[in-house]
């Protein structure tokens, strides 16, 4: 089965400073990668993905994440993270389920816990 | 358009009652998932379905659970016998996996939160 690893469980950053949240993945195959933000009672909203391409991938909230295949890495990025990014945040890989490349769910890391202080 | 919907929003229920939770994806999307979010957790896995083929039921975490899905489009997640440790969020979510409008990403819905009294 496929895996993602977010080995932080809470972020804490400044606003107006850089945020990194970090996931690493384990597959067989090409990973398919997805970062979610949960606010506060509410559901999962689709941030960013890779699938294939470019290994800088941009998204949603000024939100990006860089693919690395050497390092196994996915970390999400914010240039100058704002007090309203504090959220949950996850990672999740594409798990396959056959041979169909349609055919699958995602498997989420435990996720993160972002905060940022005025 | 419409995005994922889920109802109830909240359900409280006694230990030992039977509870129906029911999802309304997004039109036109083939695939249902349902995943349980419990308090501060990340996100389990429970089922999912996948147009016409057998649902992938490997997350179900007791026989007490089951779901269906009638005509490609409507969920129903059905919990009988509901003990307390079933209290959690229950999240249903749909995607878009054939053809041109294929994103692989997950659209969920707002959740049904589920408190077992």
């Known amino acids: 089965a496929q895996s993602v690893a977010q080995p932080e469980d809470q972020v804490n950053v400044a606003e107006g400073n850089p945020l990194t949240v970090k996931c690493t993945y384990s597959?067989?195959?090409?990973?398919?990668l997805f970062w979610y933000v949960q606010y506060p009672n509410r559901g999962l909203q689709f941030l960013l993905k890779?699938?294939?391409?470019?290994?800088l991938v941009k998204g949603s909230y000024g939100f990006e994440a860089e693919f690395n295949k050497s390092q196994t890495s996915f970390h999400l990025k914010k240039p100058s993270a704002l007090v309203s990014d504090s959220a949950l945040y996850f990672c999740?890989?594409?798990?396959?389920?056959?041979?169909?490349?349609?055919?699958?769910?995602?498997?989420f890391g435990a996720g993160t816990t972002v905060t940022v202080r005025a | 358009g419409a995005g994922v919907s889920q109802s109830p929003s909240n359900k409280v229920t006694e230990k030992g009652k039977d509870v129906e939770l029911r999802c309304d994806p997004i039109?036109?999307?083939?695939?249902l998932y349902w995943y349980r979010q419990s308090l501060g957790q990340g996100l389990e896995f429970l089922i999912y379905?996948?147009?016409?083929?057998?649902?992938?039921k490997s997350g179900l975490p007791s026989d007490r659970f089951s779901a269906e899905r009638t005509g490609g489009s409507v969920s129903t997640l059905t919990i009988q016998r509901t003990q307390q440790e079933d209290s959690a969020v229950y999240l249903c979510?749909?995607?878009?996996?054939?053809?041109?409008?294929?994103?692989?990403?997950?659209?969920f819905g707002p959740g049904t939160r589920l408190t077992v009294t």
């Open positions: 597959v067989s195959g090409n990973p398919y």
């Open positions: 979510a749909s995607s878009s996996l054939r053809g041109r409008g294929s994103s692989y990403e997950q659209y």
């Open positions: 039109s036109g999307h083939t695939a």
């Open positions: 890779y699938i294939t391409g470019d290994n």
């Open positions: 379905f996948q147009g016409n083929s057998a649902p992938d």
């Open positions: 999740a890989v594409r798990d396959l389920r056959g041979r169909d490349s349609n055919d699958y769910k995602l498997s």
